[in-house]
């Protein structure tokens, strides 16, 4: 080959070479950032990641096999889709799905008559005619109960529920135990008799005839909280307690029985009370008006300034029951007293235990049975 030749067949080459590249540019789709190898004149976005032409559907760059693009449909948010005889998740054939009886749950979920479907997975343990999902990951089927498909031991699947979502857990419940994250919590107990439970919801009740123990009744949810030992009794309490700001915590009146610990002015209020109440622990009389810090509370009087305090009867029982907890302040935790609709200060542990055995209820052991045992003719639908 001469020179000559050499030059002219590489020019002929390139000429081809840069042919087949413009023809395979022709056939690349700019979305966005994605590069999708789809006919232009054809194309079409189908919403999400899914796209088609006239020869194919695609999730983002990838082309779904066997996806027929002229019956091809996405299946609401999610990424499932069918076509006239398949199921796809992604960019993937479900080769489990049934396409007549496929739906989907949420974007997540799917089921048919056969399977559960998560995250383009078949659930074969669970059983898709009876499967509930419920929340914070739970779901359950007629066999069991699951959090993240994972079985939780022991339930009731029929009875079982979410009860709620704290800071310190997701509460639930069957209709023999009550569960914090999974686990039995054997500290709290189900009310299974409403009239029982409607006229002690709020409460603190007391087994005088065992040997005192205490229990609050949860105001919602059918649930009875155990508090054991003194500590324990002040973490239960506050760990169902409920924000309140400073000015709708002043409208409640103060219950100045039952009070006690370290008073260092002497004015019979504590220094974690005078440090909640925003008086000084090293004066008896705060504003200097005359009137001690106590004196002015018990006769309604604001101990840091003129005038009378701001309460406000109906809101004061709209919190009846209630644990409340100073969150503008240190998290300084009252409960208020169903029975008077006051407010009663949890300072310290031991305090906040003489307290509730101060306020509890007497409740026979009959009745505290008939409260807790779960009894078969309370439940038939
Ligand atoms: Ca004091
Ligand atoms: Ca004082
Ligand atoms: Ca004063
Ligand atoms: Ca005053």
């Not at 155990?226 to 760990?239: N, R, S, T």
Request: aromatic share 12%; net charge negative.
């Amino acid at each position: 080959m001469s020179k000559k030749q050499t030059i002219f067949t590489l020019i002929i080459l390139l000429f081809f070479v840069s042919i087949k590249i413009t023809t395979a540019n022709e056939n690349i789709v700019e979305w966005g950032e994605l590069k999708i190898p789809a006919d232009k004149e054809t194309f079409k976005p189908l919403g999400g990641a899914f796209f088609k032409d006239k020869n194919n559907v695609f999730y983002f760059e990838n082309i779904i096999k066997k996806a027929d693009p002229a019956t091809f449909k996405k299946l609401g948010h999610s990424d499932y889709s069918i076509d006239k005889s398949k199921v796809f998740c992604k960019d993937r054939l479900l080769n489990d799905a049934d396409k007549n009886s496929f739906s989907i749950i949420n974007t997540l979920y799917a089921k048919d008559t056969n399977f559960v479907y998560k995250n383009c997975n078949t659930l074969n343990e669970i059983d898709s005619a009876t499967f509930t999902l419920l929340e914070y990951g739970y779901s359950k089927d007629k066999n069991n109960s699951y959090y993240h498909e994972k079985i939780i031991p022991n339930t009731d699947p029929n009875s079982f529920k979410i009860l709620f979502a704290t800071n310190h857990g997701i509460y639930t419940n069957d209709k023999n135990n009550v569960y914090v994250n999974e686990v039995v919590d054997v500290n709290i107990l189900n009310a299974h008799n409403d009239t029982l439970y409607n006229k002690l919801k709020g409460k603190i009740i007391l087994k005088t005839e065992s040997n005192g123990e205490a229990y609050y009744v949860n105001l919602k949810n059918n649930i009875i909280h155990y508090l054991g030992k003194p500590m324990d009794a002040f973490e239960v309490m506050k760990k169902q307690g409920v924000g309140i700001s400073n000015s709708n915590l002043e409208k409640i009146q103060i219950d100045l029985d039952n009070l006690s610990g370290n008073d260092s002015d002497r004015d019979g209020l504590s220094d974690l009370l005078e440090d909640s109440l925003g008086t000084n622990k090293n004066s008896t009389d705060s504003d200097n008006d005359g009137y001690d810090d106590k004196d002015e509370l018990e006769k309604l009087y604001n101990p840091i300034a003129n005038g009378k305090l701001n309460l406000d009867k109906n809101f004061a029982k709209s919190q009846n029951g209630k644990i409340l907890l100073q969150v503008e302040s240190n998290g300084e935790a009252w409960y208020v007293n169903p029975n008077n609709s006051k407010r009663f200060f949890l300072g310290r542990p031991t305090d906040a235990f003489i307290v509730m055995k101060n306020l509890g209820l007497g409740i026979s052991n009959n009745n505290f049975t008939k409260l807790t045992n779960y009894d078969e003719s309370d439940f038939v639908d």
